[in-house]
């Protein structure tokens, strides 16, 4: 089994749509959970980063993590074409400790 | 700030030829990562660096991969013999500390023929 699972999609909504990105994880020793973006030919961006439990919002991103089932979020609102790209969900045990990242999910948002 | 700059960005070469990849980190980031990318996958973790001392390279198959990091800032990984494989995009990254957020660079795009 994978420390991290993450539904590869391809993923299409239309433009303003609400995409929501999910990831489950094995590890219980995960406190701190990531989200990438990586465009095409592109190395990953960090978009959002939560420690433990709850909520964190970012202009239309929200992040949320629920420690008891396992299972991380990343919410998307107002969808844009330039949200178009693979998004990474990565976790790790201790901070600056080795990265376990997801297979990523293909977004495409059409205009 | 400029940011992670990798070359070369292409690079198609056959079976058994070496190969080498070039990483040149954000200015006084002192940790450097490699990873390894295949398609569809997340990256994985090849090495990591503390200015020049390789800390944690439990993932570099040492068979065939060595990677450097003269005077903790350039980085170059090595393949010698490239295997069929080993067609992926190789990804560096590096960040202030390791606890710091990581910036990748565009990556090599590595076919081995």
């Known amino acids: 089994q994978k420390e991290v699972e993450q539904d590869p999609g391809p993923l299409s909504v239309p433009e303003g749509a609400i995409v929501s990105l999910n990831c489950t994880y094995s590890n219980s020793a995960f406190q701190y959970f990531m989200w990438y973006r990586q465009y095409s030919r592109k190395g990953p961006e960090l978009l959002m980063y939560t420690y433990s439990s709850g909520n964190k919002e970012d202009g239309r991103f929200t992040a949320q993590v629920d420690k008891s089932s396992k299972y991380i979020s990343l919410f998307i609102r107002d969808s844009q074409p330039s949200d178009s790209a693979t998004y990474l969900c990565?976790?790790?045990?201790?901070?600056?400790?080795?990265?376990?990242f997801g297979t990523g999910t293909s977004l495409t948002v059409i205009p | 700030e400029a940011g992670v700059v990798q070359s070369p960005r292409y690079k198609i070469i056959e079976k058994k030829q070496p190969v080498a990849f070039w990483c040149n980190p954000i200015?006084?980031?002192?940790?450097l990562y490699w990873y390894l990318q295949n398609l569809g996958q997340g990256p994985e973790l090849l090495i990591r660096y503390e200015n020049e001392e390789a800390v944690d390279d439990s993932q570099l198959p040492k068979d065939r991969f060595s990677a450097e990091r003269l005077k903790g800032v350039d980085s170059t990984l090595k393949i010698q013999p490239a295997e069929l494989g080993d067609s992926a995009v190789y990804l560096c990254?590096?960040?202030?500390?390791?606890?710091?957020?990581?910036?990748f660079g565009p990556g090599t795009r590595l076919t081995v023929l």
């Open positions: 990565a976790m790790s045990a201790v901070t600056g400790n080795q990265f376990y």
């Open positions: 200015s006084g980031h002192n940790t």
């Open positions: 990254a590096s960040s202030r500390s390791r606890t710091d957020t990581q910036y």
